[in-house]
Nanobody, 117 residues
């Protein structure tokens, strides 16, 4: 599975941004999808996860109530809707696909999100 993120950019504090993750390959609905973020020199942080058919989601405490993860299995897409953005949300955001039963995982190349202070 190849993952390609898009939608990053510069947004003012308090603004919204939606990240997209396009998956190329088969059996997208076998993969749980996650969004991570990481700045250079910092440890990565799991932002949100969604199960393969979207029945369950989980969020980091720092983004609960502001971010929403979703997926569209018909179009092999995952999304991260980010609202009320803060300067501390500035990071490179990566999507990750995991098929636990087959021990498969794939990462996208990342997309930069910048929220100036």
């Amino acid at each position: 599975v190849q993952l390609v993120e898009s939608g990053g950019g510069l947004v003012q504090p308090g603004g919204p941004l939606r990240l997209s993750c396009a998956a190329f390959g088969s059996t997208f609905n076998s993969y749980a999808m996650s969004w991570y973020r990481q700045a250079p020199g910092k440890e990565g942080e799991l932002v949100a996860t969604i199960t393969s058919f979207g029945g369950r989601t989980n969020y980091a405490d720092a983004v609960k109530g502001r971010f929403t993860i979703s997926r569209d299995n018909a179009n092999d897409m995952a999304y991260l809707q980010m609202n009320s953005l803060k300067p501390e949300d500035t990071d490179v955001y990566y999507c990750k696909a995991v098929w636990a039963a087959r021990k498969l995982e794939y990462w996208g190349q990342g997309t930069q999100v910048t929220v100036p202070s």
